[in-house]
Nanobody
Framework: QVQLVESGGGLVQAGGSLRLSCAAS????????MGWFRQAPGKEREFVAA????????YYADSVKGRFTISRDNAEKTGYLQMNSLKPEDTAVYYC????????????????????WGQGTQVTVSS
């Protein structure tokens, strides 16, 4: 079992930055791949970024590539999403998720691959 708690969301103007955190507890964090997803009102949950167990592999949605950076600190059992150059269309509830991975470098863009989710944190970008 893994428990995840996101933090760091808020209201920011377009062009601004936020850093989301995902604190994990309950199991060995380094055994789990991690991803960030977001869901806007009336829309499906969409992939944002993913990182492998070791932190050595990352993958991004085209919409955030070059603006967002995913990272993790396995010793601190925490994942991060640094968001720069934010746009109004980035407004959503952001969720972190994890799944047990045999591979050090495997990632997934599919929400169905993830077994554990946090409660979400709201990010609102004003124009």
């Amino acid at each position: 079992q893994v428990q995840l708690v996101e933090s760091g969301g808020g209201l920011v103007q377009a062009g601004g930055s936020l850093r989301l955190s995902c604190a994990a507890s309950g199991s060995i964090f380094s055994n789990y791949a991690m991803g960030w997803f977001r869901q806007a009102p009336g829309k499906e949950r969409e992939f944002v970024a993913a990182i492998g167990r070791s932190g050595g592999s990352t993958y991004y949605a085209d919409s955030v590539k070059g603006r967002f950076t995913i990272s993790r600190d396995n010793a601190e059992k925490t994942g991060y999403l640094q968001m720069n150059s934010l746009k109004p269309e980035d407004t959503a509830v952001y969720y972190c998720g994890t799944y047990w991975s045999r591979s050090l470098y495997g990632t997934s863009t599919k929400p169905t691959a993830y077994d554990y989710w946090g409660q979400g944190t709201q990010v609102t970008v004003s124009s």
